[in-house]
């Protein structure tokens, strides 16, 4: 983890360097605050582990419910489409129907002209024009009902365009509603996505300038131990420097009065 300072040896066998001091070197007290500051990182790391898998699961289910209105929308629609099969089907089974009734209405009919045709002469041409006028009723019968059965045609015909009409455009905003649902989602998603990334940067940069400062902090502590060091080396140079001139003065002024001594007994010899 980031928030740990340790530097480890590159030899083997080694003993680890943490926050500049060697865990052989470090007291008990040190020891236990490392071991402290490892376990707050582990439990740091377990509480960030916890909360992306919470958001998986959080986005996982949001897709099966999704995934499952979509299954139900389709069902309904394989529904629409068996009540349109039916439909379809009673509507032949009643043209099925007025044209047996046409055909009976026919059969009749003809069954009615071939028995008063075998009556007799006499009654035949006086008959005839009631014959005529039944027939010409038939005829407007058997036209009525045509035009009747063309518009039962055309009016199912219209209703069955209206219903594929419905039909498409229930699937055209069923397939909107589901695009833009899964568009929607998807925005979520990234949005979400996006955000986490975000927060993980803004952490990373902040750990990585938190870490920046400790180096600089133990930068500068090494600096300013170095200066003092050197201050230290350079006054005690300085101490011996000049306890070696008083020194070698002190011997020069021994050796003058040495000298001097020694002058006034060359004189006498």
Do not use: C
């Not at 059965?149 to 498409?168: A, C, P, T």
Request: aromatic share 4%; hydrophobic share 30%.
């Amino acid at each position: 983890s980031s928030g740990i300072n340790a530097e480890w040896p590159l030899r083997p066998g080694g003993p680890a360097i943490i926050d500049g001091i060697s865990t052989e070197e470090m007291s008990k007290e040190q020891l236990e605050q490392h071991i402290h500051r490892l376990r707050e990182e582990m439990e740091r790391e377990r509480e960030e582990r916890n909360y992306f898998q919470l958001e998986r699961d959080k986005v996982n289910t949001f897709w099966e419910i999704t995934k499952r209105q979509l299954d139900e929308s389709k069902a309904e629609l394989r529904n629409k489409d068996r009540e349109m099969e039916d439909m379809e089907e009673r509507h032949q089974v009643e043209i099925k129907v007025y044209k047996q009734k046409v055909k009976h209405l026919l059969y009749e009919h003809q069954n009615n002209i071939t028995e008063l045709k075998a009556d007799s002469v006499l009654t035949l041409k006086l008959e005839q024009d009631e014959n005529r006028t039944n027939e010409g009723t038939l005829r407007k019968d058997k036209r009525n009902l045509k035009v009747q059965l063309k518009e039962l045609e055309l009016s199912h015909e219209d209703v069955i365009k209206n219903l594929k009409r419905q039909h498409d455009e229930a699937i055209t905003v069923l397939r909107k509603d589901s695009e833009r649902h899964a568009k929607e989602l998807q925005i979520k998603y990234e949005k979400k996505m996006k955000l986490l990334r975000e927060e993980l940067e803004l952490r990373r940069k902040t750990e990585i300038h938190e870490i920046e400062e400790r180096k600089n902090g133990q930068i500068n502590t090494l600096m300013k131990n170095h200066e003092k060091a050197f201050s230290d080396i350079k006054n005690y140079y300085n101490d011996i420097t000049l306890n070696n001139l008083a020194l070698i003065n002190s011997l020069k002024e021994q050796v003058e009065e040495i000298k001097k001594k020694k002058v006034p007994t060359a004189t006498l010899r």
